[in-house]
C-alpha cells in the first residue's frame, strides 16, 4: 500500500510542469492529510487516554491496598500497543500528503518571485497588477482577443497571434 502510495507521489511530483497534474496532486493531498490527521488524532490521542488510566489504576490499586492484581490495567497496557501503531500510520499519511508538490501554488510562487518588484522603481506589485502602481510602468500586456497576460515587451500575443 505505501509502495503504491509513494511511486504515485513521485510520478506527481516529476510532473510538478504539467498544469493539469494540479488537481489530482491537490486532491491526493487533501485525501492524505485528512486520513492522517484522523488516524493520528485516534492512535496518538488514544494512546495518551490509556497511558493515563493506566496510571491512574496503577495509583489507585496501591493506595486502596486491594488484594490480588488489577486486572482492568491489562486494557490500556495492551492497548497502547497498537493504538501508537495507528497514529504512526496516521503521521506516516499526513507526511506524504506533505511531501506533494502543486502545481497550482508552484508556478504562483515562480510567478511572484519574478514579479516581485517593479523593474523600473524597485515597488512591490503583486502577479495580478498591470501596471505598476507608483510609477504606471506597465508591467504585463493582456491581449484584447484572447485576455491572455503577455510580457510588455512582447508585440504578438503567445497564444493567438494577435497584435498586441
Ligand atoms: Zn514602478
Ligand atoms: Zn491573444
Known amino acids: 500500500m505505501f509502495e503504491n502510495l509513494r511511486e504515485e507521489i ?27 490527521g484522523i488516524l493520528m488524532a485516534i492512535g496518538f490521542g488514544g494512546a495518551f487516554l490509556c497511558f493515563i488510566s493506566f496510571a491512574l489504576i496503577s495509583v489507585s490499586s496501591v493506595n486502596s491496598l486491594t488484594t490480588g492484581f488489577p486486572t482492568q490495567i491489562l486494557i490500556p497496557f495492551f ?24 502545481t497550482g501554488y508552484t508556478s504562483n510562487l515562480v510567478e511572484e518571485t519574478v514579479w516581485e518588484k517593479c523593474p523600473n522603481c524597485g ?15 506597465q508591467l504585463r500586456k493582456t491581449c484584447s482577443q484572447c485576455g491572455t497576460v503577455n510580457d510588455p515587451s512582447d508585440n504578438y500575443c503567445k497564444k493567438c497571434g494577435n497584435r498586441l
Do not use: H, M, W
Open 123 to 137: 515597488d512591490k506589485i503583486t502577479k495580478d497588477e498591470l501596471f505598476c502602481n507608483k510609477c504606471g510602468r
Open 10 to 36: 513521485r510520478l506527481l511530483n516529476s510532473d510538478v510542469k504539467n498544469v493539469s497534474n494540479s488537481k489530482k496532486a491537490k486532491e491526493l493531498r487533501q485525501k492524505l492529510l485528512t486520513i492522517g
Open 79 to 102: 492497548l497502547i500497543i497498537p493504538l501508537s501503531v495507528v497514529g504512526g500510520i496516521g503521521s506516516t499519511l499526513t507526511k506524504a500528503g506533505l511531501s506533494i508538490v502543486i
